[in-house]
């Protein structure tokens, strides 16, 4: 069964410092991984997704994430912290592209100015 | 947020009422998806229609939730009666047949009180 686990339910970094955001997912085949941005009171948008191509992904503002199956991990980071990255962030893992898309529990990141 | 209406936007209910959430994808794709998110916690999957058809209501508390989609389009999720614990953001998503990811609407807040 698929499942997917985010270390750290709060992370806190300073304005301009490295961001590093964790998941760890299970899957018994090789899986399809996002992750997604969710700002208060709105739903959830795509920051990036891994598809079984480059193992290095680059999404929108900034953010990329490295696929690791030996790790079973895809972690997200991004080099410099803005204000506007405070979130809620979301790991997320489908077997599939037409299968049930399966969350963690979630990251709230603060940045301290 | 791409293409996908869900409404009402929030709705506040007394336990034991009964309310209805719409939700109007892009015309077209195949797969939908209902999600509860309850505060501080990542969106758990209610059921999933391909099509018409539903392909996973195993989390879907069926004594008092029920989910129909219309025509392989519109769908409406229900719950009746409502409990305390109902109260959460209601998420519905939609996956094309040359998407890998789900796009989401904005949600809709329930609470019961």
């Known amino acids: 069964a698929q499942s997917v686990t985010q270390l750290g339910s709060h992370v806190s970094v300073s304005e301009g410092a490295l961001v590093l955001l964790r998941c760890n997912y299970s899957s018994s085949v090789p899986p399809y991984l996002f992750w997604y941005v969710q700002y208060p009171n709105q739903g959830l948008q795509l920051l990036l997704k891994y598809t079984s191509a480059a193992t290095l992904v680059k999404g929108i503002n900034g953010f990329e994430a490295e696929f690791k199956k030996s790790e079973t991990s895809f972690h997200l980071t991004k080099p410099s912290a803005h204000m506007s990255d405070a979130a809620e962030y979301f790991c997320?893992?489908?077997?599939?592209?037409?299968?049930?898309?399966?969350f963690g529990p979630g990251t709230s990141l603060s940045v301290i100015p | 947020e791409a293409g996908v209406a869900q409404s009402p936007r929030y709705k506040i209910i007394e336990k034991r009422q009964s309310v209805a959430f719409w939700c109007n994808p892009i015309s077209g794709h195949a797969t939908l998806y209902w999600y509860q998110q309850i505060l501080g916690q990542g969106p758990k999957l209610l059921i999933q229609?391909?099509?018409?058809?539903?392909?996973?209501d195993s989390q879907l508390p069926k004594d008092r939730f029920s989910a129909e989609r219309l025509k392989g389009v519109d769908s409406t999720l229900k719950i009746q009666p409502a409990k305390l614990e109902d109260s959460a953001v209601y998420l519905c998503?939609?996956?094309?047949?040359?998407?890998?990811?789900?796009?989401f609407g904005q949600g809709t807040r329930l609470t019961v009180v």
């Open positions: 998503a939609w996956r094309g047949q040359m998407n890998t990811e789900a796009f």
């Open positions: 997320a893992v489908s077997e599939t592209s037409y299968d049930k898309v399966i």
């Open positions: 229609f391909q099509n018409n058809g539903v392909v996973d």
